[in-house]
């Protein structure tokens, strides 16, 4: 009984060490979040620690109005001190549908050139606003592809960068392949329009979510950061898996969000937000900040874990 028990912990090992190697996907346990739930508690603070991985989130910026500049130097401010190499865009990035070297000099290279000239690069996806041409555009870094995949070099991360406005079934199929064999820790996934949603303007994605949720519950994706509703919102977690929409880069639909909603975590549409992450290990810590330097949410993410059955 003792020989039985100790084969059937070894293969649970290794199960849970290959992450699903054999090509079936395992059973995730939920993320959890522990956030305040009061403006008048103390924002989690980001650990700021040697080694964890630090980015930002932006979604619909591409302005080039006063709330974008403002919001942007809000960003350097806080590279000062907390030195993140990337920012995933949720989209929108040029508002204006003209490709001009003109507008990605005012609506992109200007506002972010403190980022840009200390290293930091921006990863992007594309919005409904936003040119197909834009793939190409050098400091987006998708190197002439619509949808791709992004591995930074420190953690057990990788993100899984859609495109949820000139979606076809071969990027569904391509998802599924890079999702299933992904061994990350933490996936994320990045495409402008949310699948959960308290807007008045656009809401939930519903037949995105009939699509993609299918794919993130099996092959354990514990984040999703979207944009398109121009605000900012942090979704309770629905089936295992926290949603957050960071659409205020630039824009602002004042007042947007339904206060009805059962939906909303936490909601702020009143200023442009940001999002500052950090990973460090099976945690996710994340600060929202205005354009007046304000955080206006905080919290601890605890990555998705597999659950494997040890019974015989």
């Given at each position: 009984?003792?020989?039985?028990?100790?084969?059937?912990?070894?293969?649970?090992?290794?199960?849970?060490?290959?992450?699903?190697?054999?090509?079936?996907p395992?059973?995730?346990?939920?993320?959890t979040?522990?956030?305040?739930q009061?403006?008048?508690?103390?924002?989690v603070?980001?650990?700021?620690?040697?080694?964890?991985?630090k980015?930002?989130?932006l979604?619909?910026?591409?302005?080039?109005g006063?709330?974008?500049?403002?919001?942007a130097?809000?960003?350097?401010?806080?590279?000062d001190?907390?030195k993140?190499?990337?920012?995933?865009t949720?989209?929108?990035?040029?508002?204006?549908?003209?490709?001009?070297?003109?507008?990605?000099?005012?609506?992109?290279?200007?506002?972010?050139k403190?980022?840009?000239?200390?290293?930091?690069?921006?990863?992007?996806?594309?919005?409904?606003?936003?040119?197909?041409?834009?793939?190409?555009?050098?400091?987006?870094?998708?190197?002439?592809?619509?949808?791709?995949?992004?591995?930074?070099?420190?953690?057990?991360?990788?993100?899984?960068?859609?495109?949820?406005?000139?979606?076809?079934?071969?990027?569904?199929?391509?998802?599924?392949e890079?999702?299933?064999?992904s061994?990350?820790d933490?996936?994320?996934?990045?495409?402008?329009?949310?699948?959960?949603?308290?807007?008045?303007r656009h809401?939930?994605?519903?037949?995105l979510?009939?699509?993609?949720?299918?794919?993130?519950?099996?092959y354990?994706?514990?984040?999703v950061?979207?944009?398109?509703?121009?605000?900012y919102e942090?979704?309770?977690?629905?089936?295992g898996?926290?949603?957050?929409?960071?659409?205020?880069?630039?824009?602002?639909?004042f007042?947007?969000?339904?206060?009805?909603?059962?939906?909303?975590?936490?909601?702020?549409?009143?200023?442009n937000?940001?999002?500052?992450?950090?990973?460090?290990?099976?945690?996710?810590?994340f600060?929202?900040?205005s354009?007046?330097?304000?955080?206006?949410?905080s919290?601890?993410?605890?990555?998705r874990?597999?659950?494997?059955?040890?019974?015989?």
């Open positions: 009984m003792n020989t039985r028990w100790l084969v059937l912990s070894l293969i649970v090992a290794i199960l849970i060490a290959c992450g699903g190697c054999v090509g079936i395992i059973e995730a346990g939920p993320a979040v522990d956030a305040p009061s403006v008048a508690e103390t924002p603070l980001l650990p700021n620690a040697n080694g964890s991985l980015f930002v989130v979604g619909d910026f591409g302005t080039g006063p709330g974008q500049y403002e919001l130097a809000q960003m350097a401010r806080l590279h001190g907390f993140f190499d990337i920012v995933v949720a989209g929108d990035n040029i508002y204006g549908g003209r490709e001009t070297s003109q507008e990605f000099t005012l609506k992109f290279e200007t506002p972010y403190p980022l840009l000239d200390a290293g930091v690069k921006f990863y992007a996806t594309l919005g409904n606003h936003d040119a197909r041409e834009q793939r190409f555009y050098k400091l987006f870094n998708m190197n002439g592809e619509y949808y791709y995949t992004l591995k930074p070099p420190s953690g057990s991360v990788r993100f899984f960068m859609i495109d949820s406005t000139y979606r076809t079934p071969e990027e569904f199929v391509w998802l599924e890079q999702l299933k064999g061994n990350d933490w996936k994320i996934a990045v495409f402008h329009h949310p699948l959960y949603s308290s807007g008045g809401g939930s994605d519903v037949r979510r009939e699509t993609l949720e299918p794919l993130f519950i099996p354990n994706v514990s984040v950061f979207s944009g398109h509703d121009h605000f942090r979704i309770k977690p629905q089936r898996i926290m949603y957050f929409i960071v659409g205020s880069g630039g824009q602002l639909a007042g947007d969000i339904d206060k009805r909603s059962t939906l909303t975590a936490k909601g702020f549409d009143t200023d937000v940001f999002l500052a992450v950090e990973i460090e290990g099976d945690k996710m810590y600060n929202a900040i354009r007046e330097g304000q955080v206006i949410d919290g601890i993410i605890e990555r874990l597999p659950v494997v059955d040890a019974a015989p």
